[in-house]
Antibody, heavy 120, light 111 residues
Framework: QVQLQESGPGLVKPSETLSLTCAVS?????????WGWIRQPPGKGLEWIGS???????YYNPSLKSRVTISVDTSKNQFSLKLSSVTAADTAVYYC?????????????WGQGTLVTVSS | QSVLTQPPSVSAAPGQKVTISCSGS????????VSWYQQLPGTAPKLLIY???KRPSGIPDRFSGSKSGTSATLGITGLQTGDEADYYC????????????FGGGTKLTVL
């Protein structure tokens, strides 16, 4: 079955860039679907960050768009997130998920999530 | 402040039925499909309902979804203690600030 696994530093300093990668197994990213990033601050709700198609086409959350870059590497079957100029408000569990988009929309499956703390 | 409005909490006894509402607008729920997610404590969200009322394989028929106008509802019958979780609705917002949006989440307590 399709599985996603996030990886990256668990601690990032303020003003620096947060970088995460999501490795996909059991499905080829090139076969279709969008692939998304969602985050959840401690004790709070879900916030969509953005999603990317295997062609590189992207959708970003307008509130984060100026700081976000999502890229895809089909050769490694993975996609990545970069969030620049981070502050403590970016501390959250970051999830990656397969995103059905166009005509319908849902996220399934999800990775287990990775906690990223922004602190000096 | 979430684009989609959910009650912060609901509760019911084991075996009973509960509904969770999700209110939006014409730019999101009114013109797009709704999905629902269950997040058990300490775990990643899991898809419960997609396309307003469809259940993925493996999701019991105790869970149901519906949509009317700019609101959607998740129903859970035959409540079990294992259903205690946070539940989120989600949809696409087609306004100028287009994107995927979620409700603020509803904490279900099975008394």
């Amino acid at each position: 079955q399709v599985q996603l696994q996030e990886s990256g530093p668990g601690l990032v300093k303020p003003s620096e860039t947060l970088s995460l990668t999501c490795a996909v197994s059991g499905y080829s990213i090139s076969s279709g679907y969008y692939w998304g990033w969602i985050r959840q601050p401690p004790g709070k709700g879900l916030e969509w960050i953005g999603s990317i198609y295997h062609s590189g086409s992207t959708y970003y959350n307008p509130s984060l768009k100026s700081r976000v870059t999502i890229s895809v590497d089909t050769s490694k079957n993975q996609f990545s997130l970069k969030l620049s100029s981070v502050t403590a408000a970016d501390t959250a569990v970051y999830y990656c998920a397969r995103h059905t988009l166009r005509l319908s929309n849902w996220f399934d499956p999800w990775g287990q999530g990775t906690l990223v703390t922004v602190s000096s | 402040q979430s684009v989609l409005t959910q009650p912060p909490s609901v509760s019911a006894a084991p075996g009973q039925k509960v509904t969770i509402s999700c209110s939006g607008s014409s730019s999101n729920i009114g013109n797009n499909y709704v999905s629902w997610y269950q997040q058990l404590p300490g775990t990643a969200p899991k898809l419960l309902i997609y396309d307003n009322n469809k259940r993925p394989s493996g999701i019991p028929d105790r869970f149901s979804g519906s949509k009317s106008g700019t609101s959607a509802t998740l129903g859970i019958t035959g409540l079990q203690t294992g259903d205690e979780a946070d539940y989120y609705c989600g949809t696409w917002d087609s306004s100028l600030s287009a994107g995927q949006v979620f409700g603020g989440g509803t904490k279900l307590t099975v008394l």
